[in-house]
């Protein structure tokens, strides 16, 4: 038996005994007459279906995770926040605050769709690194909404594994009923194996009955941190400044037009200084900028539209300090710059014992990549282009006693373009979901779905030399297919209250799940002459990288999220296993994470206004690597964090969070170094209105 599934299943048990016990000790105390925390699985989504609705209601694989909850954890980073979800993760170098987000073993290249606010973040530059990350700055993030699969096919093109939906601030987040102006501001010290400081403030207003709005800053500072040895990580340390400007107009009953900026700007040093890999100063600058309309009103149920736009971009601009000759203070720059808009409406029909909504709508964004790296080949390994990908898409959910039927298609078209090279295609995209509802509580759920990914224009035109002493040529792809993903999916969701004592709530998800994907695109290295194997240092008789479909690729794997709420204790559990296989070559998949599970409980007290709290997370190893990859396998680890937070007024609360408080040194399957020892972290923040 594997040692380390031993210590997870034990540890289950130990971790349910003890805050049962705790739980029996805190329901002995008087009810508190305050409403208790909302469990995650009951917040509200849209990611599944376009529709508002529970996240333990949607007939999909769905976790939500809502702005207290972000704050209570004072994250430097996103993956803190994403990890915790299952079937989920992500890959962070600590010499880069850039986040790539793995779900169901997909990433990379737009196979997970990442959206802010509604703008699609499709940023990639190649290297030894994720291809395909975001820059995003948790202070400014009031939800994150995912859904798992490509049952979100009406979402957007391209999301065969997934959607990630953050949405920011809205002045209603810092807004009382009542207030004309109100000023919310926050600061957060980082001691241990870490120092350092950021914060934030935001100031809302609302001019009147039609027009509220906001402005935020943010900032943050962070020294290098250490390992669970002691190890200094170099350039893990960041710099960030960052702002947040919205208008939300409401001009008649049931309209609303949203208007968004947000601006970031990151500073930071890496690489190790040798011909390879020379040290660079690197400034990235993000820009998003979003307009959204929305009409809905109960007396007019044919008419719930929804028009949205978005702009942008992302600029890593990056000078090199290291070397000698024209390549020291040589300059380069990655550039890409995201356009789009999308327009949906539903129409709901009430049909007497049947209940039908009717979805449908169109969306399209371009993607423009500028580089230059006149010194270098950076330009060649990305490369300028130019990719359109468009669509439209019709769903029907009807509900009728205990059934739920969904149907949908989604069409989608591309067309890629840069230098003498081109491509296009097209398809129709099938989705079919069964909902039955046999007992009160009960639903469980069957899916069929399809999802269609376009090849992105580094897939397509990578071209040039490999940086030496590696002797090896990319070369292009104009014949890329794009990838279709065929999902099978079963899930069961549990919603129960009042089951031990008044006033308590059980929510629960599982889902189990295979993701057949045709032609999927892989990275391959070839090697017609002299064996060199992997890419390596040496000579290699017209060696050479480039994509190529591989004929099949097969993911499995069973996801669980449960939460159990009393009001005075509470306790969630969130798991998943991965497999993941080249199907043509049989060999594993590199993309696929380790199994992991995530226990978190706690107490509250003094009428909910202290909240106390432990989280363990154990993660397995993983060794199922496909021969010759340049990955390296990870060991298996446990980490215990815990965490307060206390309600001091109705607008001032103190945070105090502390992380892997066993000092445990690790290293996340395919980070770039090993993540921080023991990390401490104390905030503090408080709201003014008038």
């Given at each position: 038996?594997?040692?380390?599934?031993?210590?997870?299943?034990?540890?289950?048990?130990?971790?349910?005994?003890?805050?049962?016990?705790?739980?029996?000790?805190?329901?002995?105390?008087?009810?508190?007459?305050?409403?208790?925390?909302?469990?995650?699985?009951?917040?509200?989504?849209?990611?599944?279906?376009?529709?508002?609705?529970?996240?333990?209601?949607?007939?999909?694989?769905?976790?939500?995770?809502?702005?207290?909850?972000?704050?209570?954890?004072?994250?430097?980073?996103?993956?803190?926040?994403?990890?915790?979800?299952?079937?989920?993760?992500?890959?962070?170098?600590?010499?880069?605050?850039?986040?790539?987000?793995?779900?169901?073993?997909?990433?990379?290249?737009?196979?997970?769709?990442?959206?802010?606010?509604?703008?699609?973040?499709?940023?990639?530059?190649?290297?030894?690194?994720?291809?395909?990350?975001?820059?995003?700055?948790?202070?400014?993030?009031?939800?994150?909404?995912?859904?798992?699969?490509?049952?979100?096919?009406?979402?957007?093109?391209?999301?065969?594994?997934?959607?990630?939906?953050?949405?920011?601030?809205?002045?209603?987040?810092?807004?009382?009923?009542?207030?004309?102006?109100?000023?919310?501001?926050?600061?957060?010290?980082?001691?241990?194996?870490?120092?350092?400081?950021?914060?934030?403030?935001?100031?809302?207003?609302?001019?009147?009955?039609?027009?509220?709005?906001?402005?935020?800053?943010?900032?943050?500072?962070?020294?290098?941190?250490?390992?669970?040895?002691?190890?200094?990580?170099?350039?893990?340390?960041?710099?960030?400044?960052?702002?947040?400007?919205?208008?939300?107009?409401?001009?008649?009953?049931?309209?609303?037009?949203?208007?968004?900026?947000?601006?970031?700007?990151?500073?930071?040093?890496?690489?190790?200084?040798?011909?390879?890999?020379?040290?660079?100063?690197?400034?990235?600058?993000?820009?998003?900028?979003?307009?959204?309309?929305?009409?809905?009103?109960?007396?007019?149920?044919?008419?719930?539209?929804?028009?949205?736009?978005?702009?942008?971009?992302?600029?890593?601009?990056?000078?090199?300090?290291?070397?000698?000759?024209?390549?020291?203070?040589?300059?380069?720059?990655?550039?890409?710059?995201?356009?789009?808009?999308?327009?949906?409406?539903?129409?709901?029909?009430?049909?007497?014992?049947?209940?039908?909504?009717?979805?449908?709508?169109?969306?399209?964004?371009?993607?423009?990549?500028?580089?230059?790296?006149?010194?270098?080949?950076?330009?060649?390994?990305?490369?300028?282009?130019?990719?359109?990908?468009?669509?439209?898409?019709?769903?029907?959910?009807?509900?009728?006693?205990?059934?739920?039927?969904?149907?949908?298609?989604?069409?989608?078209?591309?067309?890629?373009?840069?230098?003498?090279?081109?491509?296009?295609?097209?398809?129709?995209s099938p989705k079919l979901t069964l909902g039955v509802t046999p007992l009160q509580g009960l639903q469980v759920y069957g899916t069929y779905a399809e999802g269609y990914r376009a090849p992105s224009v580094t897939e397509t035109l990578v071209d040039g030399p490999h940086p030496a002493p590696a002797s090896f040529i990319f070369r292009p792809n104009p014949n890329l297919?794009?990838?279709?993903?065929?999902?099978?999916?079963?899930?069961?969701?549990?919603?129960?209250?009042?089951?031990?004592?008044?006033?308590?709530?059980?929510?629960?998800?599982?889902?189990?799940?295979?993701?057949?994907?045709?032609?999927?695109?892989?990275?391959?290295?070839?090697?017609?002459?002299?064996?060199?194997?992997?890419?390596?240092?040496?000579?290699?008789?017209?060696?050479?990288?480039?994509?190529?479909?591989?004929?099949?690729?097969?993911?499995?794997?069973?996801?669980?999220?449960?939460?159990?709420?009393?009001?005075?204790?509470?306790?969630?559990?969130a798991g998943s296993t991965i497999r993941g296989d080249n199907r043509t070559l049989n060999q594993p998949l590199e993309s696929i994470y380790p199994d992991k599970l995530v226990l978190n409980g706690g107490l509250r007290f003094f009428e909910e206004k202290l909240t106390v709290g432990a989280r363990?997370?154990?993660?397995?190893?993983?060794?199922?690597?496909?021969?010759?990859?340049?990955?390296?396998?990870?060991?298996?680890?446990?980490?215990?964090?815990?965490?307060?937070?206390?309600?001091?007024?109705?607008?001032?609360?103190?945070?105090?969070?502390?992380?892997?408080?066993?000092?445990?040194?690790?290293?996340?399957?395919?980070?770039?170094?090993?993540?921080?020892?023991?990390?401490?972290?104390?905030?503090?923040?408080?709201?003014?209105?008038?």
């Open positions: 038996m594997n040692s380390h599934a031993a210590l997870l299943r034990a540890s289950v048990s130990v971790a349910a005994i003890a805050l049962w016990s705790l739980g029996a000790q805190a329901q002995s105390q008087p009810a508190p007459t305050a409403p208790a925390a909302p469990i995650a699985l009951d917040e509200i989504t849209v990611t599944a279906s376009k529709q508002e609705e529970r996240a333990i209601d949607a007939l999909a694989s769905v976790s939500v995770m809502t702005r207290n909850e972000i704050r209570s954890q004072q994250p430097q980073r996103l993956g803190t926040l994403l990890n915790q979800m299952p079937s989920v993760s992500t890959q962070e170098n600590p010499n880069d605050p850039a986040t790539a987000i793995n779900v169901r073993g997909l990433q990379d290249f737009g196979r997970v769709a990442v959206t802010i606010d509604g703008a699609r973040q499709n940023f990639q530059r190649s290297g030894h690194n994720a291809n395909g990350a975001f820059f995003l700055d948790p202070a400014f993030v009031r939800v994150i909404d995912v859904t798992r699969g490509p049952v979100a096919n009406i979402y957007g093109s391209g999301a065969i594994g997934g959607v990630v939906s953050f949405e920011t601030v809205d002045p209603k987040d810092v807004l009382r009923p009542g207030e004309r102006a109100a000023l919310e501001i926050g600061g957060t010290g980082v001691f241990a194996r870490q120092s350092g400081v950021f914060g934030n403030a935001i100031g809302a207003f609302r001019a009147n009955d039609v027009v509220e709005g906001l402005v935020g800053l943010s900032f943050r500072s962070l020294n290098p941190y250490r390992d669970g040895n002691g190890t200094k990580i170099a350039d893990s340390g960041q710099d960030l400044v960052s702002g947040l400007g919205k208008i939300v107009i409401t001009p008649g009953e049931g309209q609303e037009l949203k208007l968004g900026g947000q601006y970031q700007r990151y500073d930071f040093s890496n690489g190790v200084g040798t011909p390879t890999a020379p040290r660079r100063d690197n400034e990235v600058t993000t820009q998003n900028y979003t307009a959204r309309y929305s009409f809905s009103r109960p007396d007019i149920p044919w008419l719930n539209l929804n028009i949205g736009a978005y702009s942008t971009s992302t600029d890593t601009d990056q000078t090199q300090i290291s070397g000698t000759g024209a390549a020291l203070g040589a300059k380069r720059y990655f550039k890409v710059q995201t356009t789009g808009f999308d327009i949906y409406n539903t129409s709901k029909f009430d049909l007497g014992a049947a209940a039908l909504n009717l979805t449908y709508g169109a969306d399209w964004f371009e993607d423009r990549v500028r580089t230059s790296d006149p010194v270098g080949n950076g330009d060649e390994t990305t490369p300028s282009g130019k990719r359109s990908v468009y669509g439209g898409f019709v769903q029907s959910h009807v509900k009728y006693s205990i059934f739920d039927l969904i149907g949908a298609l989604r069409y989608d078209a591309y067309e890629l373009s840069g230098g003498r090279t081109s491509s296009d295609g097209n398809r129709i297919k794009p990838e279709v993903g065929k999902t099978l999916e079963a899930g069961v969701n549990l919603k129960y209250d009042d089951i031990l004592s008044e006033g308590d709530r059980f929510r629960g998800k599982l889902a189990v799940y295979r993701n057949d994907v045709k032609n999927y695109i892989d990275g391959i290295f070839v090697d017609p002459g002299a064996p060199c194997g992997a890419p390596i240092p040496g000579a290699c008789n017209d060696a050479f990288f480039s994509y190529q479909n591989v004929a099949k690729a097969r993911i499995t794997g069973f996801e669980a999220e449960l939460g159990y709420d009393a009001k005075r204790w509470f306790m969630t559990l363990l997370t154990l993660v397995d190893d993983q060794k199922r690597l496909p021969p010759g990859s340049q990955v390296l396998a990870s060991k298996a680890y446990a980490l215990v964090d815990l965490y307060a937070d206390y309600k001091i007024t109705p607008d001032a609360r103190a945070y105090l969070s502390l992380e892997n408080v066993g000092d445990v040194r690790y290293r996340r399957y395919r980070d770039g170094d090993n993540s921080p020892g023991f990390v401490g972290k104390i905030g503090f923040s408080t709201r003014f209105g008038t």
